[in-house]
């Protein structure tokens, strides 16, 4: 899952990937005539919407696109596939926004994914993102329970980024991945949510 992630933050960023296409169900396959679908501003807006205009002063740019979209960016994998099939959900009942900052004068980032699962259990959408978000690490994550921002959230240090600490935190069928470099930056931004 860890890939799913960068390979959102990375097509936020401008980058491009290979295509996949979307089946109607939570397998996708890959197609034969690619195509680059990247995130695009006010794709799902009302996503976007939840995802704060800024975190400890860090503007953030903020696009979004459908689950379809994002099979098509080439940025799926077998994680997500795993993932989406144990919330029981397929790929049209998924939304992605995320919004991502640098600051120039501190060097500071700030990135926040806004992953949505019409009809997912809460819990569960939590479980299944930690289970596999450590499945595509070298070794697990070791996840603990913090009171944040107003917020009951999981946090973790990811061995290869110690300055970035990573926040997951749920509200009905909506799961908010993000990593900033301060407690401070975590709560501003956690209180800004539903």
Do not use: H
Request: include cysteine; proline fraction near 5%.
């Amino acid at each position: 899952m860890a890939a799913l992630v960068l390979a959102v933050v990375i097509a936020a960023c401008g980058g491009s990937t290979s295509s996949a296409t979307a089946s109607p169900t939570a397998s996708p396959e890959p197609t034969t005539n690619p195509t680059t679908a990247l995130p695009s501003a006010g794709a799902v807006a009302d996503l976007e919407a939840l995802i704060p205009a800024e975190i400890g002063g860090i503007t953030l740019q903020k696009s979004s696109m459908s689950g379809d979209q994002f099979v098509n960016s080439g940025s799926s994998s077998q994680e997500l596939q795993d993932f989406l099939g144990s919330l029981g959900v397929a790929v049209t009942d998924v939304s992605i926004a995320i919004g991502v900052g640098l600051s120039t004068e501190s060097g500071e980032a700030a990135a926040m994914f806004a992953f949505r699962a019409q009809g997912a259990d809460t819990d569960r959408l939590v479980s299944g993102f930690k289970e596999a978000y450590d499945a595509d690490n070298d070794r697990g994550l070791v996840w603990q329970p913090v009171s944040i921002g107003g917020k009951s959230a999981e946090r973790t240090t990811n061995p290869q980024q110690p300055n970035q600490v990573i926040y997951l935190y749920a509200k009905d069928d909506i799961l908010f991945f993000l990593t900033t470099a301060t407690e401070e930056q975590a709560a501003e931004a956690l209180a800004a949510l539903p």
